[in-house]
């Protein structure tokens, strides 16, 4: 450990945190029950500190700097541990009872949740997870769940967003039926596949016909509102579908149609209620999928 190296205060830290994740020196103030020039001086003391800008104060508002940003993941990281040091000293994490539902896609609930949450059997037992899988945000604001994981950002208030990364989508199809149907020479060929498509597989083809790959509506043979009937379709052999490549390239037997594809990203944003600053329960989950989310797109979480 380099002693020497940790030259700044807590209290100035958890004054940048709390001004990264509600945007302004008085939504920090606020929740840290505080008030705005302390807040910005604890800010500059710790710029002074680290001998570097962390945010830029404009008439639009409040921005973080590049150092800033490059700083954030590392403090969320503090914020987490010392919200654990918390509980650990206040009652262990392992007293937090009660029950907090997670909604995300039915394809996200299957194939992501359930290895992202196995910790929170250890760390705190007495947490009972409900899922429901479901892509209405509206299960969030009508508070009939906890924690949404979704791809758009939320434009409610009273809601807390974080934006955890991106995760890259591409074309993958079985190797079966690629055997079958032949491997593509050029992404126009895509075009004369067999594809599986979501609940409307049209919205899919103005994305494609930009990239080059000119599908037709009879080209989708099958589909399914359904994300994890979707993936058992290609995963069977029915055709083409694009899909995260954090699950495409891990299952045996599937693999990306085109090397050369060039692949969109969709953003990965946990939501929650403002709650979050009381609710222990929440927090932890809240915590929890945050560091395994980000760690399942491939980098770290950021601010919105």
Known sequence: MNWQAISFDWNQVRAFL???????FSGAARVLKTTQPTIGRQIGALEEALGVTLVER???GLTLTEAGRDLLDHVRAMGEAATLISMVADGKSQDVTGEVTITGTDLLSAAVLPRVLKPLRETAPGIRIRILASSELENLTERDADIAVRHVRPERPDLIARHLGDFRANLFAASEY???AGRPRALRDIADYDFVGNADPERLMAPLHNMGIPVRPESF???SASGVVAWELVKAGYGVSMQPEALGDAEPGLERVFSDFPSPEFPIWLVTHRELQTSRRIRVVFDLLARGLAER???KSRSA
């Not at 709390?18 to 302004?24: H, I």
Request: hydrophobic residues 35%.
């Open 297 to 299: 797109v491939g980098r």
């Open 18 to 24: 709390a001004t990264a994740e509600e945007g302004s």
């Open 221 to 223: 043979v099958m589909s």
């Open 58 to 60: 404009s008439v639009r």
């Open 178 to 180: 690629l055997d079958r």
